[in-house]
């Protein structure tokens, strides 16, 4: 059985379809793009899955669980995070608390606990803090765990927001736009990050991107939208090739 | 160590603040006990006791959470009926610290309750809508308690929202809360110990609070309530657990406050006061507990102070505030009290300061980054 199994999504926002007839499966520790023209809806396939809009019809299954229209809260809990294309970071908290936030369904205690700072608060929140240092370590980040997170550079501001994700234990993890933003050598350095926690975290990774070098590098298999339908999909060298997708991306001459 | 090294900077300040109250009630013994207490400065201690309690709990909703409250003294009013109507009543025939307790007790309660019907519809808003509804509900909680009247006779308790006579009181029957008049006839309870106790267990709950899962919970949703939601936050449930103990600290403080004086009536707790804690709030810096409490104390005391400028007093009262938000809050006079807490704390910190300095160099970078890209 596949990790993630999406069979014929589709919403609509009043009279607009906005994505159609999506399928996808998503095997265990694989790593998957998801590419498309602007506005093709490829976001808003990340929204379904991630539980931000309701999809009109379809279906998701992850880890055989079915989490159609749950709400984020559930989804995440369930083991899907995700990033955002415009950085979402909680800018005022420390980029250490950044990360404790991330682990707030993995990691649990009542809030009395942390009133009267028990044993219990005490224990659960060294745990706490052993893991995200760990995890900030990962990243290079852990030097920086006291600043604000407003505070990072662009580039470790991306790799944060991907700490605290990987913070809630995911088995999938969707990045939307990781390398947006960012120089050549950053997207380099960011494409060794994700093979790397691809491979040490042994989870499963869809993203979303622009950069044409960064998903035919890593990618083992990718699907192509335009219009919110699926034009295209597999490894990246029958991609490349597809004059669908080529069409999409250079503009056809076939209207 | 870094961990350790935290830990040790957020105690030290929370036990500056503690440190600060427990000075307070010490400077205050030893000018009463030594005989230089005032009448005006002793009338002044219970509410500059309640208005600290109220800024430290608005400052849940306003800095913590970052929802904009207009309706707090809603809240301290909820308290204060309660628990004045409790203590006035049935605490009559109880012992006088039974009483008291019971009182505060009620009154927390009551304005938790209250705190959760308001906050349940309410909080699913954000922005101006809250703060519209908040100051709403607060009127209209004001206006009822202004029209309520009960009365108790031999056949019980009787109700009634229209005036004093449609209770149909049997001769023998007594007036408990007289509308407008409010509820008349307190047996005054004031007690400066009483209300920093209060201002210790106040400050204790949201120091912890802010310092533990569910205060950061609480934070993340007021920086980015998209990512929270995906983080697996359950928003309903964080915000009412920032705005319901807010809401039940306040009805501590109408406890403590309504008990300080022979009658209480649902007027004094209008919107003006609601402003004012707000005010405390903003003076101090969102968020920023310890500059909550001095505000408070200042903003208090103030006001008496002035008394002598007879018509002048607001007007003078608005320019010290203007300049003392100035002070607090304007780029150039923040920079130069930087400036100057550098020169006072010397040298030592200087290393700090170019690791700083580079930091700020590379969040520059960042943002010319994100401007070429929109302009891209």
Same mark, same amino acid.
């Given at each position: 059985m596949a990790l993630l199994e999406v069979t014929n999504l589709g919403i609509s926002f009043g009279g607009l379809q906005a994505v159609a007839a999506f399928d996808m499966t998503i095997e265990a520790?694989?790593?998957?793009?998801?590419?498309?023209?602007?506005?093709?809806?490829?976001?808003?396939?990340?929204?379904?899955? =991630?539980?931000?809009?309701?999809?009109?019809?379809?279906?998701?299954?992850?880890?055989?669980?079915?989490?159609?229209?749950?709400?984020?809260?559930?989804?995440?809990?369930?083991?899907?995070a995700r990033t955002f294309q415009n950085i979402r970071l909680f800018k005022a908290m420390s980029v250490l608390d950044n990360v404790k936030v991330g682990m707030h369904n993995r990691i649990e205690y009542n809030m009395w606990h942390g009133i009267f700072r028990d044993k219990v608060f005490r224990e659960k929140e060294h745990e706490m803090n052993k893991k995200a240092m760990n995890l900030l370590k990962v990243f290079?980040?852990?030097?920086?765990?006291?600043?604000?997170a407003s505070q990072l550079p662009y580039g470790e501001q991306r790799k944060l927001e991907i700490c605290r994700a990987l913070a809630s234990d995911p088995k999938l993890l969707l990045l939307d736009e990781p390398a947006a933003?960012?120089?050549?050598?950053?997207?380099?350095?960011?494409?060794?990050?994700?093979?790397?926690?691809?491979?040490?975290?042994?989870?499963?990774?869809?993203?979303?991107?622009?950069?044409?070098?960064f998903v035919m590098g890593i990618c083992e298999d990718i699907t192509v939208l335009e219009y919110g339908r699926i034009i295209a999909h597999g490894d990246a060298e029958t991609v490349s090739n597809d004059p669908r997708v080529i069409a999409a991306y250079l503009g056809g001459d076939d209207d | 160590m870094e961990e350790k090294k935290k830990l040790k900077k957020t105690t030290r300040s929370n036990l500056l603040m503690f440190g600060f109250v427990i000075a307070f009630w010490a400077v205050i013994q030893v000018i009463s006990l030594t005989g230089h207490m005032t009448s005006k400065l002793n009338g002044l201690l219970i509410p500059v006791c309640a208005y600290i309690v109220m800024a430290i709990s608005l400052n849940l909703v306003v800095g913590f959470l970052g929802e904009l409250s207009l309706g707090h003294a809603a809240f301290m009013s909820a308290g204060a009926f309660a628990g004045v109507f409790f203590y006035t009543t049935v605490g009559a025939m109880l012992p006088k610290a039974l009483s008291v307790l019971i009182s505060f007790l009620l009154g927390g309660a009551a304005a938790g309750i209250f705190g959760l019907l308001v906050g349940v519809p309410v909080l699913r808003l954000s922005g101006d809508y809250l703060a519209i509804v908040t100051l709403a509900s607060g009127e209209i909680l004001k206006n009822v308690l202004s029209a309520l009247?009960?009365?108790?006779?031999?056949?019980g308790l009787h109700f009634s929202l229209k005036d004093q006579f449609s209770l149909g009181l049997a001769p023998d029957g007594k007036m408990l809360v007289k509308g407008a008049m409010g509820i008349p006839g307190i047996q005054k309870f004031s007690n400066f110990t009483v209300g920093i106790v209060l201002i210790l267990i106040t400050l204790i709950y949201v120091v912890n609070l802010k310092n533990s899962?569910?205060?950061?919970?609480? =934070?993340?949703?007021?920086?980015?309530?998209?990512?929270?939601?995906? =983080?697996?936050?359950?928003?309903?449930?964080f915000k009412l657990t920032a705005f319901v103990p807010a809401a039940v600290f306040a009805g501590f403080a109408g406890v403590l406050y309504a008990l300080n004086y022979s009658s209480l009536v649902a007027d004094k707790f209008d919107y003006n006061l609601s402003i004012n804690v707000l005010v405390m709030v903003v003076l101090g810096g969102m968020g920023n507990i310890f500059g909550g409490m001095i505000a408070a104390i200042l903003l208090t005391v103030l006001p008496e102070m002035l008394r002598g400028f007879s018509q002048y007093r607001m007007f003078i009262y608005s320019i010290v505030l203007i300049?003392?938000?100035?002070?607090?809050?304007?780029?150039?006079?923040?920079?130069?009290?930087?400036?100057?807490?550098?020169?006072?704390?010397?040298?030592?910190?200087?290393?700090?300061? =170019?690791?700083?300095?580079?930091?700020?160099?590379a969040k520059k970078d960042a943002k010319d980054k994100e401007s070429v890209k929109e302009e891209n």
């Open positions: 520790g694989h790593l998957y793009g998801l590419i498309g023209p602007n506005g093709a809806g490829k976001t808003t396939a990340f929204n379904m899955l =991630t539980g931000m809009y309701v999809p009109s019809e379809g279906n998701i299954r992850l880890d055989g669980v079915d989490i159609t229209g749950k709400s984020p809260e559930f989804i995440c809990k369930a083991g899907i290079g980040l852990d030097e920086r765990a006291e600043y604000a933003g960012m120089n050549p050598n950053e997207t380099q350095e960011l494409m060794e990050t994700v093979r790397k926690v691809r491979d040490d975290f042994g989870i499963a990774i869809l993203l979303i991107e622009h950069d044409m070098k | 009247y009960i009365g108790k006779d031999s056949a899962r569910a205060g950061r919970a609480i =934070t993340a949703i007021r920086d980015d309530e998209i990512a929270a939601r995906a =983080t697996g936050l359950n928003l309903t449930h300049v003392m938000m100035l002070f607090n809050q304007a780029p150039a006079l923040v920079a130069w009290r930087e400036r100057l807490a550098a020169r006072v704390k010397g040298g030592r910190e200087e290393k700090n300061e =170019t690791a700083d300095a580079s930091y700020f160099e």
